[in-house]
């Protein structure tokens, strides 16, 4: 039903702008030379920042806050998106409301940065958190750099450049989570099944409280005994959260095993800090728990 609404908003929006005219929406194009680029949540909108520097005007979709999982764009929203030169999306299923513009009159480019990756699941199934992995991070950093490259060609070799500088970031990041978690226990709780993608390239087993892709899921009673019964089985003494979640569910799971809460970041919202930096507190923290 959710997604019937987001469609309908969608749908609509296109309408008001067939009806006024495209001139006033395309207004934004026309204001600055540097292409219009939008993100559909946090890590995008730094990666197409770091990639396209002051050549393009990177503009990030959802509000500062708000959850991904629970944005649906207004019909102003719909409108800024209508007046992009290129939308940048995670793909995976993690943009419902992309669809509708596919179907509507939308005449930008639409960049998906999943192409290349393995996403796991299929269709309303799939696991959109590929980026939590810098491995496949580096490739939706490669498909943004090539997307812009075909846009804006006359600044390709910028593109690119930036686009290998960065790379060479998270390549760096990769080696120092890889090495740093090589002899340490595989095994941890996270809260929702948000580390999937994280823990098959690391050699981990994540366990979560919220067995789903999505954290809006409430836990169960059943579900909170079970973790507890596998976190005492196990020897599970860390059990995580997440900066976007309350942390009581943890806290009554680690009350029971007498073990302590840490935080596991989604990276799924601006918090100030970049997403090498998030990270790298990611993996302290797991090598805090399993080392």
């Not at 509000?63 to 800024?80: I, K, N, Y």
Request: with cysteine.
């Amino acid at each position: 039903m959710k997604l019937v609404l987001v469609a309908v908003v969608v749908a609509v929006a296109l309408g008001v702008i067939a009806v006024a005219g495209s001139s006033d929406v395309r207004q934004v194009r026309n204001d600055t030379d540097r292409p219009n680029i939008i993100s559909s949540f946090y890590p995008l909108h730094e990666f197409v920042g770091r990639i396209g520097g002051d050549k393009v005007d990177a503009i990030l979709l959802v509000p500062a806050g708000v959850e991904p999982h629970d944005w649906e764009p207004t019909v102003r929203e719909v409108q800024q998106l209508q007046a992009s030169d290129m939308i940048v999306i995670n793909g995976a299923g993690f943009e419902a409301w992309v669809d509708g513009l596919r179907d509507g009159r939308y005449d930008g480019v639409i960049t998906d940065t999943s192409k290349g990756i393995h996403v796991r699941g299929e269709g309303a199934g799939s696991d959109p958190h590929i980026w939590l992995s810098p491995p496949n991070a580096m490739i939706q950093v490669q498909n943004i750099a090539d997307a812009l490259s075909l846009l804006d060609s006359p600044n390709r070799e910028y593109y690119q450049t930036n686009a290998k500088k960065y790379a060479a970031e998270l390549e760096e990041l990769d080696l120092t989570i890889r090495e740093g978690l090589s002899e340490c226990s595989r095994d941890f709780v996270s809260f929702h099944d948000a580390f999937s993608y994280f823990a098959d390239e690391y050699n981990l087993v994540q366990h979560s409280i919220i067995p789903s892709t999505d954290p809006r899921i409430e836990a169960t009673a059943r579900t909170l005994q079970n973790v507890i019964l596998l976190a005492r089985d196990l020897k599970i003494d860390v059990v995580f959260s997440e900066d976007t979640a309350n942390s009581r569910t943890s806290e009554i799971i680690a009350d029971e095993i007498g073990g302590t809460v840490m935080v596991l970041s989604p990276l799924e919202i601006n918090t100030g800090e970049t997403y090498i930096t998030v990270m790298n507190q990611n993996f302290e923290n797991l090598r805090k728990a399993l080392c």
